[in-house]
């Protein structure tokens, strides 16, 4: 690996695993003796975690679509300017779940804005910076939103914030994001690979560590570990 550090996002609808393969890849990397971050969107950074609550709560409903899309590059601003870049510059891995194909998908597909407007905001508020990797975890749509409401309703019976908002759209909203995510990944084959995250979190998780130790040529070492157990 260079000195620059990699930055390699989980993408994909809620529900579909992405957030527990990625603490999972987190913990092989961090087996590896890599140095790791692991953040999130919205939010990673004091100022995002405080949109991220007004982005995700139901009671915020009739927030105009145009107004969430800037909330999330208002986050996503401040999470590269504070953490992405600076981790980056230091040589880490950053594991982050959800970036800008997340804004293209949610807002240009399922709220119907387009990926234009989603493009330029990123150009003028992201500059060049684009993941090194991105993990697209596809899964059928009625499964994934029904776990993802399954766990958010347990999230508000422990106390915990309500982060419901997205899940409580329809079926249409959450297959035209489905949609845009595959667009995504036919125009960016080189930057963003297609996992079926259909199978068991073991199955998919082979998948995810097959794929990243081979980009960033960990297969060696991850044999000679192998070896040593």
């Known amino acids: 690996m260079s000195s620059r550090g990699r930055f390699i996002t989980f993408e994909g609808l809620d529900g579909c695993g992405k ?50 899309l800037a909330l999330m590059f208002a986050s996503r601003a401040q999470h590269i300017a504070e953490m992405i870049l600076p981790s980056l510059e230091a040589g880490k891995i950053v594991l982050c779940d959800r970036f800008t194909d997340s804004s293209e998908a949610y807002q240009g597909g399922g709220r119907k804005l387009g990926s234009e407007s989603v493009i330029e905001l990123h150009r003028v508020l992201c500059g060049e910076l684009q993941p090194d990797l991105t993990i697209l975890m596809d899964s059928d749509v009625g499964a994934s939103v029904e776990r993802a409401r399954r766990r958010n309703s347990a999230r508000s019976d422990s106390g915990a914030s309500n982060e419901g908002r997205f899940e409580s759209e329809n079926r249409a909203f959450f297959t035209r994001v489905r949609n845009a995510y595959l667009e995504i990944a036919k125009r960016e084959p080189q930057r963003v690979v297609l996992v079926d995250a259909r199978g068991t979190p073991d199955q998919t998780q082979g998948k995810v560590w097959e794929l990243v130790s081979a980009r960033l040529n960990l297969k060696a070492s991850s044999k000679k570990a192998q070896n040593v157990r």
């Open 19 to 68: 957030s527990t393969q990625l603490e999972r890849l987190a913990g092989k990397l961090r087996a590896q003796g890599l140095a790791v971050v692991v953040t999130r969107e919205p939010g990673g950074t004091e100022t995002g975690e405080k949109i991220r609550k007004l982005l995700l709560d139901t009671r915020t409903a009739g927030l105009d679509p145009m107004a969430e």
